[in-house]
């Protein structure tokens, strides 16, 4: 069975950078598309960024564009994304998340495998 561990979260100031990895195993990586949700309190969970198989192609949400870097390494079966200009507002649990379709969509029902995730706190 899949299984999706991510790491990397933490506290950080208002403008700093953080980096999350999510590790993948039990099936093979590059099947999937994989992507990073977020849930902050009180709110519904929201797609952060997704990635094609290849990784040759992206799709941000647009709160995070110009500041947030989806990535993947085949070869290790990780997925990363990039944080910078960190906000307040991107306080949240962060999950990664895998899916057998062949493009990158935001509804989380279409992702088949989810991490437990890593809390962001961005502080002001």
């Known amino acids: 069975q899949v299984q999706l561990v991510e790491s990397g979260g933490g506290l950080v100031q208002a403008g700093g950078s953080l980096k999350l990895s999510c590790t993948f195993s039990?099936?093979?990586?590059?099947?999937?598309?994989m992507g990073w949700f977020r849930r902050a309190p009180g709110k519904e969970r929201e797609f952060v960024a997704g990635?094609?198989?290849?990784?040759?192609?992206?799709g941000y949400t647009d709160s995070v564009k110009g500041r947030f870097t989806i990535s993947r390494d085949n070869d290790k079966s990780a997925l990363y994304l990039q944080m910078n200009d960190l906000k307040p507002e991107d306080t949240a649990v962060y999950y990664c998340a895998g899916s057998r379709q062949f493009t990158v969509f935001t509804t989380p029902a279409l992702y088949d495998f989810w991490g437990q995730g890593t809390q962001v706190t961005v502080s002001s």
């Open positions: 990635i094609t198989r290849s990784g040759i192609d992206t």
């Open positions: 039990g099936r093979t990586f590059s099947n999937y598309v």
